[in-house]
């Protein structure tokens, strides 16, 4: 894990201040987010301070950003701190962030490690020739072509030990060297070349113009299509040997029974009740309100037993006001006396 401390104090420089050139870009990359939110131009400005400065950030760059975003030193430093993105120490010609994550390491960052260390000495320091630095990181997401390192801006890939030591060489020599995979990968195609997907002519439009050249001679012979060899035909023939359960209603209009209610029977033309049900209503014995009642229970008033020989509970009249319960008192002396109170009435049903 990378140490993340800031440089010792015999390495920062004096003071920092951006360059009218950047000034003016940190003012655009400010303007870009709404009043209050300035802080979330730290990133960027972090950054450009790092590349003029040389490829590291030094701690007065970090309290010039702070003051230019209006943010507490500490949480400017805490962002510098935590991103390996930027190099709290002073880094060479040639920086190298060599990743150390799991998918890396089990493909051979280890060994890697191991050369670094032999040629270069310990993370953190630069070379002796001013050339190189290197640290360990963490994933930099190019984990499909491990082992991986970022030099400087970028990406090399499918490293062994020798050919990142060749790749070191020619970088101090000034000689080209290709980014990307060093084995020759096109971007993260499988070892070996591609193995789906092949055919030129899913590419080059031929198979997709010879389709349209044979609707278009179709079309004009008056002829039917040719046919359909894709995934509906696919479907169909699917269909006609493991048919599914249909679902009869599904979707469409379904002729249903109609129920033999009043208004379908005046709408079809018909008597809405018919003279049959309208005698049987008509019939006392058919009433429930006659219904011989169920005898009034011990100690019920006489309204409370005329309402339950009529079947039903009345209602108070509203100017008469509403029985009193009994006082405390006398429910007490009832109750001393070894009367109990008369039960309430049953609720007769309507
Ligand atoms: S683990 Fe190395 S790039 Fe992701």
Known sequence: MANRRLAPASEQPQDFAFTPENAEWAKNQIAKYPEGRQASAVIPLLWKAQEQNGGWLPQKAIEAVAAELGMPKIRVLEVATFYTMFALEPV?????????????????????????????????????????????????????NAPM???????????????????????????????????????????????????????????????????????????????????????????????KPAKPDAGRPVERKASDAPAQRAAGG???????????????????????????????????????????????????????????GESEAAVEGGTSAPAAPPRTEQ
């Open 270 to 328: 018909e008597e809405p009740v018919k003279p049959s049900d309208r005698a049987g209503a008509a019939d006392p014995g058919h009433s429930t309100a006659h219904e011989t009642p169920a005898p009034a229970p011990e100690g019920a008033t006489a309204g409370e037993k005329a309402a339950g020989e009529h079947g039903h509970q009345t209602a108070p009249a509203r100017d008469v006001p509403p029985q009193q319960p009994d006082a405390s």
């Open 92 to 144: 060479g010609r040639f920086w190298i962030q060599l990743c150390g994550t799991v998918p890396c390491d089990s493909c051979g960052a280890r060994e890697l490690k191991g050369m670094l260390q032999k040629r270069l000495g310990p993370s953190g320091h630069v070379s002796a020739d001013g050339n190189f630095s290197w640290l360990e990181v963490e994933c930099l997401g190019a984990c499909c």
């Open 149 to 243: 390192v970022q030099i400087n801006q970028d990406y090399y890939e499918d490293l062994t030990p020798e050919s990142l030591s060749q790749l070191m060489d020619d970088l101090a020599a000034g000689r080209p060297v290709k980014v990307g995979s060093q084995k020759g990968r096109t971007s993260s195609e499988p070892q070996g070349g591609a193995t789906t997907l092949t055919d030129e002519t899913l590419f080059d439009g031929s198979r997709v113009g010879a389709w349209r050249k044979r609707f278009e001679q179709t079309g004009e012979q008056g002829g039917t299509p040719p046919a359909d060899t894709g995934e509906a035909a696919s479907a169909g023939r699917q269909a006609a040997t493991t048919p």
